[in-house]
């Protein structure tokens, strides 16, 4: 049985907080796209409540967010990105 944490494949799950003129969450979706990692976007300049829910998360507004699984990192850090996927 899936869980929230994992995806259709067993994978953890991967969701994106970003805004569309941030670098960086471009950055880090055209790393998805790249290695095929399907992901979940919100856009929290257009999201109010997306918004409230990652800063609630992180204490903070600064783009992009990207949690996977139950792990959450701030800004795009394609190390750590990369070791959390298993890639």
């Known amino acids: 049985m899936d869980t929230p ?3 259709n494949e067993g994978n953890k799950s991967v969701v994106i907080y970003s805004t569309p ?3 960086f969450c471009h950055a880090a979706k ?3 796209a790249e290695n095929g990692v399907e992901y ?3 856009d929290v300049a257009a999201d109010t409540e997306k918004r409230a829910e ?3 998360m ?3 507004m600064g783009v992009p ?3 996977i699984g139950d792990d959450v990192i701030i800004g ?3 190390p750590k990105v990369t070791e959390l996927l298993g890639l």
């Open 5 to 7: 944490e994992t995806n």
């Open 58 to 60: 992180t204490g903070q």
């Open 40 to 42: 979940t976007e919100h």
């Open 54 to 56: 990652m800063i609630d």
């Open 76 to 78: 795009f850090d394609e």
């Open 30 to 32: 055209e790393f998805f």
């Open 21 to 23: 003129v941030c670098h």
């Open 65 to 67: 967010v990207i949690k």
